[in-house]
């Protein structure tokens, strides 16, 4: 590990310390600031927490006892008759209690009364305490703590807004087929002007839209100049966390240098079908682009392939499958560079042919009757088609000036033969798993289908000898990426195991294309040397030279019942071929800057609103089943964004400080004890009534609110660390 990544990583986490801190430091100060205002006496304000006693310093001033302890946690501010922890809520009223002398006026009788009848708080507490002071006083003292969560969040977005803030376009880069998106029409290229009426400045703002769930969204679009309106349903499917459309961004031309996770231009496990001297000037490229940010060189652009000039993502996509499985000339800043056709993985199986889940409107398929629920049974007369690789054998029949393709469709009523007619359409995205349900398709034929977890062939050749081997009609009910470290992230959506990580319910939440056609591509041999860092940090693995076979463990089900489990070799197919051919494309992206520092608040203030509405859109989309609670972050999630982001640069960094921030502020309102708005509940209560809450009824709230905490807790760090899988 060279100085540059160990400084990059202490820095990354340092702003993660400082920044998670300082979220809960202006939440207490705000608390601290107003109590003091109202006079009420606090004990303690501390920096981080001093568990046990633990702590770096301390010094008394006044009445205040001011430290910084050894937890660096955020902080709290201990006040005078006012405790969140629901054991102590009694002692501390007592301790707020007039203690030297009762007031001549409260007599014993006075005191024997029932509760509603006793004299106000100002005569029987400490004057200094906080239950002494009136309900709009204590009432200002907690919603102190969140309105300088707000305010540290607008602080923080003006910041972002002063440096400039970088957003994607709102633009459609892919769509994927049978997704929500692909049925309206949706199409590469698109610029999305409005949404339900509102301008639509970023992609962010179509996404926001998706946790809705259940509305139709009503996109204006922009399509080469034609103004076009559609109306899109968000979907959720089984398994899914939240709702979306199945588009992806729109990209550039430029390539993506610098990446330190993947260490250069191209992705170290393709980085062997490159020459070496296409691997060189590629890395002449990537030194290059460092000194863009500081000499505003040339950036790293694809200008031509095969010769031929493009100028846009869409023209860029179509040639790279007007060429899919050959090699293919760039011209990147001038210079010529071969790069070869990555072959896609697979395991020596073919599966069978699932139902169609959509149907394109206006496509010919559409108007002959092929319908969802519909199964493809052969295509120009071939009954032992590959469902993965249906996609690519229809773009290579487009390739070669077919317009039309015959198929054989089966449903309940039998099996009839079609004459399909396919759109010249070459721009079709290899899987874009928007979803673990995603399905494969064509958009040239205007159909997309599902793959069935079932065995229709397998090659015994290419498995080992004595191997227990599979049969025709075995159903796969779980994959198990035994030796493989590609998904092993703290956000994986697998149950870990204790070789490596098992998808399972497959057909009920994960389908078998997001499988093998998406996770398996970027599969990796795992290192069980090499600590939790490297996944984190992207470190690359040692090589002991020692070839090793990865491979995927099948659990199958016979149609007897029986249960067994077959190893499969991943192996580099000879028909299938990735779309993408190593390296990455930058999104397309927009700064916005504010012109001065009024304008600079005021786009904080109007971006911190606007995250608030959507936290609590997303709280309302999380209780009426919109959203699965398995989508939630718990805190070692947020410090692992957080750590991300801060190698981002500081305008990311200060635009996630803003939502954080906006998130504590919206949740601290929630009204369960013993959180601020559990609180302001009871103020409300005593400011209606005339009189505070019973104090049992307080104390069991407080443990019934807490022990809500306390499980939510849980449940989040549990997903962070895939205790609990996410699917």
């Not at 003292?141 to 440096?163: H, R, S």
């Not at 054998?393 to 393709?405: F, P, S, Y």
């Not at 995927?552 to 580099?572: N, S």
């Not at 400080?657 to 004890?673: E, K, Q, R, S, T």
């Amino acid at each position: 590990m060279d100085i540059d990544t160990i400084w990059a990583i202490t820095f990354g986490v340092m702003l993660v310390i400082l920044g998670f801190n300082a979220l809960i430091l202006v939440h207490e100060f705000g608390h601290f600031a107003v109590a003091r205002l109202c006079k009420v006496r606090c004990d303690k304000f501390y920096l981080f927490f001093d568990f046990w006693g633990l702590r770096l310093c301390r010094f008394k001033w006044g009445d205040t006892e001011y430290g910084v302890g050894l937890f660096p946690l955020g902080g709290y501010v201990k006040m005078l008759g006012q405790e969140d922890d629901p054991s102590a809520i009694r002692a501390e009223i007592e301790k707020a209690k007039l203690q030297t002398e009762t007031p001549t006026d409260i007599t014993d009788s006075d005191m024997d009364a029932p509760q509603a009848e006793r004299p106000t708080n100002s005569e029987i507490f400490s004057p200094d305490s906080y239950l002494s002071k009136s309900v709009p006083q204590r009432f200002a003292i907690i919603v102190a703590g969140v309105a300088m969560n707000f305010l540290f969040a607008i602080v923080c977005g003006a910041g972002a807004y002063m440096i400039g803030v970088k957003e994607t376009v709102p633009a459609v880069g892919n769509v994927v087929p049978g997704s929500p998106a692909w049925e309206a029409g949706l199409q590469t290229g698109d610029r999305i002007t409005a949404i339900d009426g509102k301008d639509a400045k970023a992609f962010g703002d179509v996404l926001k839209k998706m946790i809705e769930g259940k509305k139709t969204v009503q996109l204006d679009i922009d399509r080469h100049g034609e103004a076009l309106t559609l109306d899109v349903t968000p979907r959720r499917r089984s398994g899914d966390l939240t709702p979306n459309i199945g588009i992806l961004s729109l990209a550039t031309l430029e390539l993506q240098t610098g990446n330190r996770l993947h260490r250069g231009l191209v992705r170290p496990s393709w980085a062997k079908y490159y020459s070496d001297e296409s691997l060189k000037t590629l890395e002449s490229f990537d030194v290059l682009e460092s000194l863009t940010q500081r000499r505003e060189l040339q950036p790293v652009r694809l200008e031509k392939v095969n010769g031929q000039p493009i100028e846009t993502y869409a023209e860029y996509l179509d040639a790279q499958l007007q060429h899919i499985g050959q090699p293919i000339t760039y011209t990147i800043n001038g210079k010529d560079i071969e790069i070869p056709a990555i072959p896609k993985r697979e395991i020596p199986v073919r599966f069978a042919m699932g139902e169609i889940t959509s149907v394109l409107p206006g496509s010919d398929a559409a108007r002959q009757g092929i319908m969802p629920g519909d199964t493809i049974v052969s295509v120009d007369g071939d009954a032992e088609i590959d469902p993965f690789k249906l996609p690519q054998i229809l773009l290579r029949k487009v390739n070669a000036g077919q317009t039309t393709v015959e198929l054989a469709v089966k449903n309940a009523d039998g099996e009839r033969t079609l004459t399909v007619a396919m759109k010249p359409i070459r721009i079709m995205p290899e899987l874009s798993a928007m979803s673990m349900r995603d399905p494969m398709g064509s958009t040239a034929l205007g159909l997309s289908w599902n793959v069935e977890p079932i065995i229709a062939d397998f090659d015994a050749y290419k498995l080992s000898a004595g191997q227990t081997m599979p049969a025709v009609g075995d159903r796969v009910v779980g994959v198990e990426f035994v030796n493989s470290e590609r998904i092993l992230r703290k956000n994986s959506f697998t149950q870990a195991t204790e070789d490596g990580f098992l998808f399972h319910e497959i057909g009920n939440r994960v389908d078998i294309p997001y499988i093998f056609s998406y996770l398996l591509q970027d599969a990796q041999l795992a290192d069980k040397k090499t600590s939790w860092l490297a996944s984190i940090f992207g470190e690359e693995q040692p090589d002991d030279g020692e070839e090793r076979i990865l491979f995927v463990r099948l659990m199958l089900e016979t149609p007897d019942g029986e249960a067994k489990t077959v190893d499969m070799p991943i192996l580099e197919s000879t028909d299938w071929f990735n779309t993408e051919r190593g390296y990455f494309l930058k999104a397309e992206q927009t700064t916005f800057t504010a012109s001065g520092l009024g304008d600079a608040i005021s786009r904080g203030t109007i971006r911190t609103l606007d995250y608030g509405l959507l936290v609590y859109r997303s709280v309302q989309a999380l209780l009426d089943g919109s959203v699965s609670p398995r989508a939630l972050n718990g805190p070692v999630g947020i410090i692992e964004i957080m750590y991300r982001i801060a190698q981002s640069g500081w305008s990311e960094y200060l635009m996630l400080l803003c939502l954080v921030g906006v998130n504590l502020a919206v949740i601290n309102l929630l009204p369960i004890p013993p959180l601020d708005g559990g609180h302001l509940v009871f103020l409300t209560y005593e400011g209606i009534f005339r009189r505070p809450p019973n104090e049992m009824l307080q104390v069991v709230l407080s443990y019934f609110g807490l022990l809500l905490i306390i499980v939510l807790m849980v449940w989040t760090v549990s997903l962070d660390l895939t205790c609990i899988p996410r699917w």
